[in-house]
């Protein structure tokens, strides 16, 4: 019994998707909008505090919606940590601009407010602004959103919150992904409540969601044929898939709670070894704690992440290594980097470190004592 594979954050169904799946079958609603993409899109703009939401078909496809939004072209400049999934970035390359990247600081894991003030200060003495900021919360830690709004606001430039990782995460009592001008969500398989595949675009202005949508369903102009004035995408998220996320989405404050427990389950079983240290958590802010990563001090324990994650890979656990930094891969070795530190670079010391846990809310505790025993023993060797 022993033998079942435990994923790092496998899709977990409440029970309540079949029922509002049939009923979109039923209805024969099998297309891309329908009555579930309008209530999917109203249920998460509430429950995120946001005046509105365009359901897509990925968090990806938000991101760029976004960019294209804030009219980002080619040429322009757009700042993204260096630390996060490259969907982050992507987009940025689809309008032809070009990322620069920022560090990340030690506390929150996520963009440096630090490295962020150089940045700017670097090209606002080149005369030249970027079109927007990309922040991320990091695993479902919020960013350090007071500070680098201010940054931010001081300058002018627009954030795109991307919130991918972070649903249901509170910062100073608002919700993750309703900071900056966009928020963006995904619902990717692996994400704390999923429809397979799809994301979300929020803001409170709603005739730029409005665009949003137009853009998203090729662009067609209000005629009575197939006329286009612009350049659009097939970004839509579909009926059927918006009735499970709709499921899926009645139960994301019991996913937060049960993620963050397994979380608390960690830290008490292994925290207190020397050399291991969990991912905080940010002032005045509550973390989904959408995966549990930890770092492991080379100074103190001579096992590092590569070690643990083959051998928790032989009993058929997965465990992975923290996002490597997007300034050191090879397909950006070109872009600039702004170090929190002339002297620390923050992503590449937890890359480096850093290590993700089995941590979906499917897990059982028998699940998660096996994962536990593990890591006691090769962390012993
Ligand atoms: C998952 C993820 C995305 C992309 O979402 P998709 O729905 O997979 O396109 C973007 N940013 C971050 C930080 C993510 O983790």
Redesign the pocket.
Known sequence: MNEEKILLSPPHLTGKEKQFMEEALDSNWVAPLGPNVDLFEQELAEYVGMKGAAALS??????HLALRLLNVQPGDIVFCPSL??I??ANPIIYEGAEPVFIDSEAETWNMSPQALENAFVHYSQKGKLPKAVIV?N?YGQSAQLDQINAICEKYNVPIIE?A??SLGTVYKGKKSGSFGRFG?F???G??IITTS???MLVSNDLEALKKARFLAAQAKDPAPYYEHSEIGYNYRLSNILAALGRAQLLQIEERVEKRRQIFKRYVDEIGNQPGIVFMPEGKESISNRWLTTLTIDPKVISVSPFEVIKALEKEKIEARHIWKPLHLQPVFKNNTFFPHKQDKVVSEELFEQGLCLPSGSSLTEDQQDRVIKLIKQVLSR
Do not use: M, Q, R, Y
């Open positions: 990925s968090g990806t496809a938000a991101i996060t999934f969907a982050s991320v990091l991307d991918a990782e963006v995904s619902f990717n692996n994400k595949g799809g994301g």
